[in-house]
């Protein structure tokens, strides 16, 4: 299977320090292209994305923006 080179989607994934083991991955985006742009992890260890998607992207009730 060939993609087209004009998709772009983003993964994040959490890696145990030392071993490269793989704790836990997501692919967050919506049924178009996703852009990845930054990740920061805060004292608590919860991670934060920003991006860019294309179109439905799931969120929670809580979120600051549900919709675009």
Do not use: E, W
């Not at 985006?29 to 439905?56: E, H, K, L, Q, R």
């Amino acid at each position: 299977m060939r993609l087209c080179p004009c998709h772009a989607n983003a993964f994040v994934a959490k890696v145990q320090a030392g071993t490269g083991k793989l704790i836990h991955a997501t692919y967050p985006g919506g049924d178009t292209n996703a852009s990845g742009s930054g990740i920061a992890v805060d004292a608590a260890g919860n991670a934060y994305i920003t991006g860019t998607t294309g179109s439905t992207f799931p969120t929670t009730a809580k979120a600051f923006l549900t919709a675009a």
